[in-house]
């Protein structure tokens, strides 16, 4: 059996307790109980001791409704929850999404970089047919470390892209299990709702 939610042991102990039809039964016991109490013809000890009674089967009635109303104010505050949570998805999506867009807009300056150093390369082979060596291998080293510099920043937009995509790739199983969740509480709620009306019938 799989782990049970907090709102699902919420629900059983509700149908347990008798929050609704248990409660409309006790009160109805306890008018009836008044009624019979005030027409009849016992001892005070006696009537004293009805009298307790129903105050009793009062008490639980208040500590019932007290209870069901602890349990609705709980229910509202997981609902703001849930769409805190949502909405904070919703955003990191978004920021991923322009992360996602700024590291392509990276990746095409790179390549042109790229594209650029190979004119260059191009250029210093040209150069190099020229008499004047010593100033072409001054260029020629100049190029390389410009190589060195376009290379190491390909790696780290690269290494930014991976990680976004990573990122994103948690965001959105993030979102599928929320939905999940969500759907299975639906779920349930309608299942014990359909389980509740027959009971209800038959009382």
């Known amino acids: 059996m799989g782990s049970i939610t907090d709102d699902e042991v919420i629900r059983k102990r509700l149908l347990i307790d008798g929050d609704g039809a248990g409660d409309d039964r006790r009160i109805n016991l306890l008018l009836k109980s008044f009624?019979?109490?005030?027409?009849?013809?016992?001892?005070?000890?006696?009537?004293?001791?009805?009298?307790?009674r129903m105050f009793g089967t009062l008490a639980q009635c208040e500590f019932s409704m007290g209870k069901t109303l602890l349990v609705y104010d709980m229910n509202l505050k997981e609902m703001e929850n849930y769409e805190k949570i949502y909405t904070d998805i919703e955003h990191?999506?978004?920021?991923?999404?322009?992360?996602?867009?700024?590291?392509?807009?990276?990746?095409?300056?790179?390549?042109?970089?790229?594209?650029n150093r190979q004119e260059y390369d191009a250029l210093a082979k040209v150069i190099q047919q020229h008499p004047d060596r010593h100033e072409t291998m001054k260029q020629l080293d100049a190029l390389d470390k410009e190589l060195q510099q376009l290379s190491h920043i390909k790696e780290n937009v690269e290494d930014k892209l991976e990680l976004?995509?990573?990122?994103?790739h948690v965001l959105l199983s993030t979102i599928q299990e929320l939905q999940q969740t969500?759907?299975?509480?639906e779920k349930m709620e309608s299942d014990e709702a359909s389980q509740e009306s027959p009971v209800e019938n038959g009382d």
Not at 92 to 115: G, M, N, P, Q, V
Request: with cysteine.
């Open 92 to 115: 990191s999506i978004s920021s991923a999404h322009e992360k996602i867009a700024e590291c392509k807009k990276e990746i095409l300056r790179a390549k042109r970089i790229r594209k």
């Open 182 to 185: 969500l759907e299975n509480d």
């Open 164 to 168: 976004r995509k990573k990122q994103f």
């Open 35 to 52: 009624i019979k109490w005030c027409h009849s013809n016992v001892t005070p000890e006696e009537g004293f001791t009805q009298y307790q």
